[in-house]
């Protein structure tokens, strides 16, 4: 089945060290995102691609930063995580030409010590 | 500015009773609208949408819901609670305008299924 995959489903990472979470996708969607959502709350859009034009939010810290390198595969990296990072990181994708519905992985749950 | 809300940040029914998520939206032109599920721990999945056509879209799940333009309404419903719908449910919305690949995301409304 097409799907989009995240890994890890679960990152300990401590204050201050870098961390890298992975997507990938088998839909070949030219759009995917990623979010940031803490407890209770609505997905945070940080920032997303349309093909390798990348789009950052107005209020994505610098800390967060993204790589696509194919169609297949985005990354997230987080240069110095802060405990307010502790979140679930969710990656999604979309198709041009359509209604823009998005698809989602299961999220990087990512806690910070 | 588009803007999504959500009455009720959590909603409880008994099982078996009906299920009435309600859904808001202001849009300057007409919007693509999307139903979306998190269970605990999990992405979001796609439960319905609305681009154009029948104003009434039925989902997975036995959800649908109805575009009430002159409300600006897309509540979500489900004449019978089951149990495993005890969830996260996401209100959004697309701007159909140009080239935008966002969605606007209300706040979220737990539902909580007694048995």
């Known amino acids: 089945d097409a799907m989009v995959i995240q890994n890890p489903r679960y990152q300990v990472t401590q204050f201050g060290k870098p961390v890298t979470l992975s997507c990938s996708q088998t839909?070949?969607?030219?759009?995917m995102y990623w979010y940031q959502q803490k407890s209770s709350q609505a997905p945070k859009l940080l920032f997303h691609?349309?093909?390798?034009?990348?789009?950052n939010e107005a209020d994505t810290p610098d800390n967060f930063q993204s790589r696509r390198p194919n169609t297949s595969f985005c990354f997230l990296d987080i240069r110095s995580p802060g405990l307010g990072d502790a979140a679930m990181y969710l990656c999604?994708?979309?198709?041009?030409?359509?209604?823009?519905?998005?698809?989602f992985g299961p999220g990087t749950r990512l806690t910070v010590t | 500015a588009q803007s999504v809300t959500q009455l009720g940040s959590h909603v409880s029914v008994s099982e078996g009773a009906l299920v009435l998520l309600r859904c808001n939206y202001s849009?300057?032109?007409?919007?693509?609208l999307f139903w979306y599920v998190q269970y605990p721990n999990q992405g979001l999945q796609l439960l319905l949408k609305?681009?154009?056509?029948a104003t009434l879209v039925k989902g997975i799940n036995g959800f649908e819901a109805e575009f009430k333009k002159s409300e600006t309404s897309f509540h979500l419903t489900k004449p019978s609670a089951h149990m495993s719908d005890a969830a996260e449910y996401f209100c959004?919305?697309?701007?159909?305008?140009?080239?935008?690949?966002?969605?606007?995301w209300g706040l979220g409304t737990s539902l909580g299924v007694n048995p």
């Open positions: 849009s300057s032109v007409p919007p693509y």
């Open positions: 999604a994708t979309s198709k041009p030409g359509t209604s823009y519905e998005q698809y």
């Open positions: 959004a919305v697309r701007v159909n305008a140009g080239n935008n690949r966002k969605l606007i």
């Open positions: 839909l070949n969607h030219n759009v």
């Open positions: 609305y681009t154009t056509g």
């Open positions: 691609y349309y093909d390798k034009d990348f789009n």
